[in-house]
């Protein structure tokens, strides 16, 4: 076991995970839907941009800090919200709150979490924000927002891409499930994860805890794998956002936008942020990958409401990807991947270490770009040519070496 200060970037914690977290688990974490074009574009349309170097400039006193939709933020970075995350370790939801709340960021709960809307507000003590999917049990939905309500929950992330699921063909070949049905290779595969078995064993939080006990007629393992394949609303539109909104009563977020058209919308829905993101390359294979959307979409909601934040989320990897998301427009991003990978590593000490290397990473790359406060930088830290195409939407060209 590597000491966390050898850790060095999202990649050793992301090889630590895999060899710690059981296979079904990982994988859910770690693919995206069809051929993963999407999935694999996300982080390397980021590694195209290239930064501009500047010296002998005063980089003393430097500040990441910022504020997402009024919320005080150490840099401009949320945990993103994820289904399963109590799977990838132990209370996994609870740990990584309480990560995020120590170092400064906000955390997002998912719907789909292991670990209740409940569970997270008695062990933690900063406002969390919550994730909604939109369910045909419209009685069961509205009794989500006023838990989320109840546990002080301080906006509300409404996802608007996963009307339908996109096809992740490892979930269909390990038989994803929460917990692990005990099939043969299940067994064989939980073998060799003797900690992730233990301290699984420690908790009985080991299924939907937003759902069970909570939704009608869900009552045990096989009907909630029926009611969740059967819930998801797929005639949700913009004109439910009004009523979300309505019943919520506070700040809302819209999660999963990629085009400016549908960007307009949401800044006149209403909403006080809106993120462009691919569902992290899990929904639509062949989309473009968010860093190429945000630019576009930027320029479009401006243009319509000034004051709605727009984030980014998919692909972020690192402190430098953040930098670059700041760059290229986005007031603020959400991760993913990176703390889920730093979770299945180490539980909460590895969430913070994530949080920890993305900083390190953006505040001594801000340096070097010549800047010292994240709130005022700009594409001109960016290399020219390595970043206008992705303004377009157009796919880079690399020239030609003569």
């Given at each position: 076991?590597?000491?966390?200060?050898?850790?060095?970037?999202?990649e050793d914690l992301r090889l630590i995970a895999k060899r710690k977290v059981p296979k079904m688990f990982y994988d859910?974490?770690?693919?995206?839907?069809?051929?993963?074009?999407?999935?694999?574009?996300?982080?390397?349309?980021?590694?195209?941009?290239?930064?501009?170097?500047?010296?002998?400039?005063?980089?003393?006193?430097?500040?990441?800090?910022?504020?997402?939709?009024?919320?005080?933020?150490?840099?401009?970075?949320?945990?993103?919200?994820?289904?399963?995350?109590?799977?990838?370790?132990?209370?996994?939801?609870?740990?990584?709150?309480?990560?995020?709340?120590?170092?400064?960021?906000?955390?997002?709960?998912?719907?789909?979490?292991?670990?209740?809307?409940?569970?997270?507000?008695?062990?933690?003590?900063?406002?969390?924000?919550?994730?909604?999917?939109?369910?045909?049990?419209?009685?069961?939905?509205?009794?989500?927002?006023?838990?989320?309500?109840?546990?002080?929950?301080?906006?509300?992330?409404?996802?608007?891409?996963?009307?339908?699921?996109?096809?992740?063909?490892?979930?269909?070949?390990?038989?994803?499930?929460?917990?692990?049905?005990?099939?043969?290779?299940?067994?064989?595969?939980?073998?060799?994860?003797?900690?992730?078995?233990?301290?699984?064993?420690?908790?009985?939080?080991?299924?939907?805890?937003?759902?069970?006990?909570?939704?009608?007629?869900?009552?045990?393992?096989?009907?909630?794998?029926?009611?969740?394949?059967?819930?998801?609303?797929?005639?949700?539109?913009?004109?439910?956002?009004?009523?979300?909104?309505?019943?919520?009563?506070?700040?809302?977020?819209?999660?999963?936008?990629?085009?400016?058209?549908?960007?307009?919308?949401?800044?006149?829905?209403?909403?006080?942020?809106?993120?462009?993101?691919?569902?992290?390359?899990?929904?639509?294979?062949?989309?473009?990958?968010?860093?190429?959307?945000?630019?576009?979409?930027?320029?479009?909601?401006?243009?319509?409401?000034?004051?709605?934040?727009?984030?980014?989320?998919?692909?972020?990897?690192?402190?430098?990807?953040?930098?670059?998301?700041?760059?290229?427009?986005?007031?603020?991003?959400?991760?993913?991947?990176?703390?889920?990978?730093?979770?299945?590593?180490?539980?909460?000490?590895?969430?913070?270490?994530?949080?920890?290397?993305?900083?390190?990473?953006?505040?001594?790359?801000?340096?070097?770009?010549?800047?010292?406060?994240?709130?005022?930088?700009?594409?001109?830290?960016?290399?020219?040519?390595?970043?206008?195409?992705l303004k377009s939407g157009m796919p880079h060209i690399a020239p030609m070496p003569w």
């Open positions: 076991m590597k000491s966390l200060d050898k850790i060095t970037d999202i859910y974490v770690d693919s995206g839907s069809w051929t993963q074009t999407t999935y694999r574009n996300n982080e390397t349309d980021f590694d195209r941009i290239k930064l501009r170097q500047r010296v002998l400039v005063d980089m003393d006193n430097r500040s990441l800090a910022s504020h997402m939709i009024d919320t005080p933020v150490k840099m401009p970075v949320a945990i993103a919200p994820t289904g399963f995350t109590g799977m990838m370790w132990a209370d996994g939801e609870i740990h990584a709150a309480k990560a995020a709340e120590k170092f400064g960021v906000p955390f997002s709960l998912s719907t789909m979490s292991i670990c209740s809307i409940e569970d997270v507000a008695t062990h933690t003590s900063a406002p969390f924000w919550f994730q909604l999917y939109v369910m045909r049990d419209k009685v069961f939905m509205q009794n989500l927002i006023n838990r989320a309500k109840a546990a002080n929950c301080s906006a509300l992330i409404l996802t608007a891409d996963l009307q339908v699921l996109g096809q992740r063909h490892k979930d269909i070949k390990n038989g994803l499930s929460a917990p692990p049905k005990p099939t043969f290779a299940n067994i064989l595969n939980l073998m060799t994860k003797p900690e992730w078995c233990m301290n699984m064993l420690g908790t009985k939080r080991r299924t939907f805890g937003n759902i069970v006990g909570h939704a009608q007629g869900v009552g045990d393992l096989s009907s909630l794998s029926s009611w969740t394949a059967e819930q998801f609303d797929p005639a949700l539109s913009w004109d439910d956002v009004a009523r979300i909104k309505e019943l919520w009563g506070g700040k809302l977020i819209i999660k999963g936008i990629m085009e400016p058209e549908d960007a307009v919308l949401a800044a006149k829905s209403g909403a006080d942020a809106l993120v462009v993101s691919n569902h992290g390359g899990r929904q639509l294979d062949g989309a473009p990958s968010s860093i190429a959307a945000l630019s576009d979409i930027v320029q479009a909601v401006k243009a319509e409401r000034s004051d709605i934040e727009v984030w980014l989320d998919s692909g972020i990897r690192s402190g430098q990807d953040v930098l670059k998301a700041v760059a290229m427009g986005a007031t603020g991003t959400m991760i993913g991947r990176a703390f889920l990978y730093g979770l299945g590593a180490y539980g909460e000490d590895g969430v913070r270490r994530a949080l920890e290397l993305i900083y390190k990473e953006c505040d001594v790359s801000m340096a070097f770009c010549g800047h010292t406060d994240v709130q005022q930088v700009t594409d001109d830290i960016l290399v020219k040519g390595t970043f206008e195409h």
